[in-house]
């Protein structure tokens, strides 16, 4: 059993909170045997008054302390912006690209090597004798005068760093459309838990309406057996609902960085609310093949694929590379390996300039098999390229069909809510005079509970609908900025 206490003037009051009852019990079974247990301790008059007051004070904290853990949808999207573990890594990736694209522009960079042999020599020969140390300093500059893979070099470090911008702008949409699907399931399955377990309250009022009138000889005990069976299959739901609810909260906290572990689980504020769209399939189409991120990162793959062909073909033609050697003597009297005479002697230092080509004429279909590889994979590019494109307006039609049959799936049972209430509130009150049997009861009932289940999945359906449409129409692209004001 858990204890809480608060403190008032001086003085403090512990309030006992129940464990957690056995599954097989259900949760809510504690609720009247908290009724009662409050009920025989009650003190009467200023006694009563001062408790009260004191058991206001934990309640009062409960709420406060409910409300502030309670967090809105643009709050969400903004924490999964900041702290989500895949959009974190897609933009370690940027750095990546960036040091890929100098891999690529370096084909154009001059290159240099210096050298600085040291040592010493030693032997006989005309006009030598003993042992001398001696130094050299040699450095080669070399530059590509001319190589057809530098232009597709150049553009394809490009390429690589917008595929990185891309690939995380791709990222920031699946992680944020997860967070909203997992704040919806989690106002869902929480409101359809309330629903339940309000229903299963008055079916409860209802067992206890058959036990009286069974007590009192007006009723036989099938009806009061009836009305406990009745609410009995309610528990099961109602489990099932708030397991539900807490699996969704465990999606929102991954989606949204946070450790169960650590922190408390993200309570959704609001309640799902039915806002009706009208859609342009046709404008949103056209705009979507503009803005959504995953078009713009199959089509740079594609442009990817291509410049890497054209660097690969690129062996096919001369390669023409200048070059400057050089060598710095700081003494003489050291003598070149293999000179025979003093003539041949470094005097000093000096500095050649040369070019060479060089033009691979036979390959025996090394680079042909390259090549021919490479554009096989600019092919499946381009193919799953179009594939994407072409269900834009397919994937739209259907969201779009969708919204409409649920927006009128919403209206009638918005209609038929209404009357099922009316009817099972009639049949309510005639079941307690005993004007009415405990079937009627039983399918009045059901019918308000299937019908106020069926409006509230409807108008869950027409949110996840909305959902899908943005993300369809590349509508999200405007969260992938790292700015609180752009998340909405």
Excluded at 3 to 31: D, F, I
Excluded at 32 to 45: E, F, I, N, Q, R
């Amino acid at each position: 059993m858990n204890r809480s206490s608060a403190t008032l003037a001086g003085q403090s009051v512990a309030v006992a909170l129940p464990a957690r009852p056995k599954p097989s019990e259900g949760w809510w079974a504690t609720r009247h045997a908290d009724v009662k247990h409050v009920s025989a301790g009650l003190p009467t008059g200023k006694q009563l008054q001062r408790a009260v007051i004191h058991l206001f004070i934990p309640f009062l904290v409960v709420c406060f302390g409910h409300t502030a853990n309670a967090i809105t949808l643009e709050r969400v999207l903004q924490t999964t912006l900041e702290k989500n573990p895949a959009i974190q890594e897609a933009k370690s990736g940027l750095e990546q690209a960036a040091g890929q694209r100098l891999v690529f522009r370096s084909v154009v960079w001059p290159h240099a090597e210096l050298g600085a042999p040291a040592g010493v020599q030693a032997g006989h020969r005309a006009g030598e004798s003993g042992v001398k140390g001696f130094f050299v300093g040699r450095g080669w500059l070399t530059q590509t005068l001319f190589n057809m893979a530098v232009p597709p070099s150049l553009r394809r470090g490009d390429i690589e760093v917008l595929i990185a911008q891309q690939q995380l702008n791709v990222a920031v949409v699946e992680q944020l459309h997860a967070a909203r699907l997992a704040f919806y399931a989690a106002l869902y399955n929480r409101s359809l838990e309330s629903i339940r377990d309000e229903q299963r309250q008055k079916l409860e009022e209802n067992v206890t309406t058959q036990k009286d009138r069974f007590e009192a000889g007006l009723a036989d005990k099938s009806a009061f057996t009836s009305a406990t069976v009745q609410s009995s299959e309610l528990v099961p739901q109602i489990e099932s609902a708030h397991d539900a609810y807490r699996q969704a909260q465990l999606k929102l906290a991954e989606a949204m960085g946070i450790d169960p572990g650590k922190s408390t689980l993200p309570e959704p504020e609001g309640e799902l609310q039915f806002v009706p769209r009208r859609v342009d399939v046709d404008s949103e189409t056209a705009a979507a093949l503009q803005r959504r991120a995953d078009l713009k990162l199959a089509r740079l793959f594609v442009r990817a694929a291509n410049e890497d062909q054209r660097i690969i073909a690129a062996d096919y033609y001369p390669v023409v590379v200048g070059s400057i050697p050089a060598e710095f003597v700081p003494v003489t009297g050291i003598h070149r390996q293999g000179s025979t005479s003093k003539t041949q002697d470094f005097i000093g230092s000096e500095i050649r300039e040369k070019a060479a080509y060089t033009w691979r004429v036979i390959d025996n279909g090394e680079v042909r098999g390259a090549v021919l590889k490479a554009r096989a994979a600019r092919e499946m590019n381009e193919l799953t390229c179009r594939k994407l494109e072409a269900n834009v307006s397919r994937e739209l039609s259907r969201i779009a069909n969708d919204l409409g049959g649920i927006e009128a799936r919403q209206k009638s049972l918005s209609a038929a809510s209404v009357a099922a209430e009316e009817g099972a509130r009639t049949v309510r009150e005639n079941v307690a005079s005993g004007l009415a049997s405990p079937f009627e009861y039983r399918v009045s009932e059901n019918a308000f509970l299937k019908t106020r289940s069926g409006l509230l999945d409807a108008i869950y359906q027409h949110n996840i609908a909305l959902a899908e449409w943005d993300r369809a129409t590349g509508r999200y692209f405007q969260f992938s900025d790292d700015t609180a004001p752009n998340v909405h």
